[in-house]
């Protein structure tokens, strides 16, 4: 922070760091939630990020820092579309916090690709390491040795010992480990995160007591020595500025449609698209020239989604040819029913098919998409990258009419997804808009917008 107060001008370098661990399930969330709210109650402005397609821990760091939280996942946005997301994302901040994703190295297929340590590489950022050292005293120094040195173009800058038990383990561990020890937190079962079948609970829903987060890492932290961390700043390339808003986009946004990259945001922003965002539980359609409902959990608010105004609206839109994009949940959505144990639940019926919810995971991971097909998002022989996640299947009739083959991934049916029916296309690919200009769709907005 300059002395006046203000946010520094970005200039080489900013105090950043990212916070990795071990494996899945160290605590890397509830450490990297603790530091940001410590960070915000010395008055810094934080910027967030998060590696890999997560929609989820993202929210949480949005309720803490008061900023929107950003993915960094190089098999998406690629390595320049890491460096390009984390620049942006640093103007008017004091500090960058990322929080990784699983285990350190843990990539896509087991390989290094879009995992933790390879952001760190791309971005030159120091690496905290989160040991869960429960029931350890020695052996957590052959685990901080390994994980220093198995790849020596990681920037290592030392450890955060999580579920310490006592100032005599403390002491031990203290003893035998080489690098600095940046916080060594007690057990302590208050901070643990509750979670769902698609993992944590959203940030919105979530009660976080900033306060007391910050206390209790403020308390077992040295943060004035965290912030000597330092990573260097991206240069970006010269970009075009924001276009005049030419279409009107309305956004699915509530508990039942969460699931969105800010930087998909900002990228129809950027090609001129003026987003409005609406409740389809609450809401009327309101008047827009497309529409984009993305992934969440519309199983969880079925009865509400069928009781309301939007979903007739949606389907007379879809009838008179409205450009209509829906990933996932907004797949579900634009499907004739939702069906669930608790009983069968009225969608919008703009696609032909219905969502089975399964109970059990039908797909998990990355995918990528060839488009096949003419449809509303993105011209014939673009690939398009993504993911999937989901605990449904979408049944529909042998007639339906795929755009997207997928050379990676499950698709809807048989490694065929993008279901299209007039302007309408649904899918259960989360894309990444880095890899998919949204130009096509805006301009089918505009035509649209036209007729």
Not at 57 to 69: E, F, L, W, Y
Not at 126 to 140: D, E, T, W
Not at 298 to 310: D, S
Request: charged share 25%; proline share 6%; aromatic share 8%.
């Amino acid at each position: 922070m300059s002395q006046s107060g203000q946010p520094r001008a970005l200039d080489r370098r900013i105090p950043a760091v990212l916070v990795a661990g071990t494996h899945s399930g160290v605590g890397k969330t509830t450490v990297t939630l603790g530091l940001m709210a410590a960070l915000r109650a010395r008055g810094l402005k934080v910027a967030p990020f998060k590696v890999g397609p997560d929609f989820i821990d993202p929210t949480h760091h949005t309720a803490i820092c008061g900023r929107p939280s950003r993915s960094l996942d190089p098999f998406m946005m690629g390595e320049d579309g890491v460096r390009r997301s984390f620049a942006r994302a640093l103007e008017g901040a004091h500090v960058a916090v990322v929080e990784g994703v699983m285990g350190l190295y843990d990539g896509m297929d087991g390989g290094d690709v879009s995992s933790t340590a390879q952001v760190a590489r791309i971005l030159d950022i120091p690496v905290l390491l989160v040991i869960n050292v429960h029931g350890m005293s020695r052996s957590v120094a052959a685990m901080e040795k390994g994980f220093a040195e198995f790849d020596p173009g990681l920037r290592m800058a030392g450890t955060i010992l999580n579920r310490v038990g006592s100032e005599r383990h403390l002491d031990m561990l203290k003893g035998c480990l080489k690098k600095p020890i940046f916080a060594a937190l007690p057990r302590d079962k208050e901070r643990e995160m509750k979670s769902r079948h698609l993992g944590l609970i959203m940030g919105f829903e979530e009660k976080h007591d900033p306060a007391a987060l910050a206390a209790w890492l403020e308390a077992h932290a040295d943060l004035d020595r965290m912030l000597k961390l330092c990573a260097p700043v991206p240069p970006v390339p010269l970009e075009l500025p924001f276009r005049k808003k030419a279409v009107r986009i309305g956004v699915a946004l509530d508990e039942a449609f969460c699931f969105y990259y800010h930087d998909n945001l900002l990228e129809l922003e950027r090609c001129g698209a003026e987003l409005v965002y609406f409740s389809p539980i609450r809401d009327r359609l309101p008047k827009v020239d497309g529409l984009y409902i993305g992934g969440g959990y519309p199983e969880l608010h079925a009865a509400a989604l069928e009781a309301g105004w939007a979903r007739l609206e949606i389907k007379e839109a879809s009838e008179d040819g409205m450009p209509i994009y829906g990933e996932c949940g907004g797949l579900m959505y634009l499907g004739e029913e939702l069906v669930m144990e608790t009983g069968r639940y009225r969608m919008v019926g703009a696609l032909p098919g219905s969502t089975i919810m399964t109970g059990k995971l039908v797909a998990l991971g990355y995918a990528r998409a060839e488009v096949v097909g003419c449809n509303p998002l993105a011209g014939m022989g673009r690939s398009i990258l993504g993911h999937e996640f989901h605990y449904s299947r979408f049944d529909c009739g042998r007639d339906a009419r795929f755009v997207y083959r997928m050379s990676r991934g499950r698709g809807i049916y048989e490694g065929r997804d993008g279901l299209v029916e007039h302007n309408t296309l649904g899918g259960y690919l989360h894309a990444h808009f880095f890899s998919l200009p949204p130009e096509h769709f805006i301009e089918a907005c505009r035509r649209y917008q036209r007729t």
